[in-house]
C-alpha cells in the first residue's frame, strides 16, 4: 500500500489527490498525504475536504484538527478555524503552536485583545512567553506563532 500512495504522488497533482479515494479512502496515512499534497499544489478546498475528513475519523485527534484549522485560516475561515483550534486546545492544551494560530486567528479577525488573553493563557507549555510577546508587539509570525 505505502508503495501505491508513493506511486500515485509521483503523478499528476490531480492524479495524486484522487489518488487518496482510489487507494484506501479509509487510511488516515493517505488521507493526509492527499490534504498535504492539495496544499502544496495551491488548492486549498481540496485541503479542507480531506482534512476534515481526516479530523471526522478521529475526532479526538489534536494533529489533524491543526491542519484542518490551518487550511480553514488560509482560505480566510475565520470563524470556523477558530472554533477548530479551539477544540485543539480543549484537546491538547498544551499544544503551543495552536494557541499561537488562535492567537493569529483572533488578530486576523481584528480581536487583538481575545489574541493576547489566549496568548497569556496558563499552560505548562513552553512558547507562550514567546507567543504573548509576539502578539503583544504584532511579531508573531516573525517568531512562528
Not at 59 to 77: N, V
Amino acid at each position: 500500500m505505502q508503495q501505491e500512495a508513493s506511486e500515485v504522488r509521483g503523478g499528476g497533482e490531480a492524479q495524486s489527490i484522487r489518488g487518496a479515494d482510489e487507494l484506501d479512502p479509509t487510511d488516515p496515512a493517505v488521507i493526509r498525504d492527499a490534504g498535504l499534497n492539495a496544499v502544496a499544489h495551491g488548492q486549498p478546498n481540496e485541503a479542507v475536504r480531506l482534512f476534515g475528513r481526516l479530523a471526522d475519523s478521529d475526532p479526538l485527534d489534536a494533529s489533524s484538527r491543526e491542519m484542518l484549522g490551518s487550511t480553514l485560516f488560509w482560505t480566510d475561515r475565520l470563524p470556523e478555524a477558530e472554533a477548530n483550534f479551539r477544540t485543539v486546545l480543549e484537546l491538547n492544551p498544551s499544544f503551543a503552536g495552536a494557541r499561537c494560530a488562535l492567537s493569529e486567528i483572533l488578530l486576523a479577525a481584528r480581536r487583538p485583545d481575545a489574541a493576547l488573553a489566549i496568548s497569556r493563557e496558563k499552560t505548562d507549555d513552553s512558547a507562550r512567553p514567546i507567543c504573548t510577546a509576539a502578539v503583544k508587539h504584532g511579531r508573531w509570525r516573525d517568531r512562528g506563532c
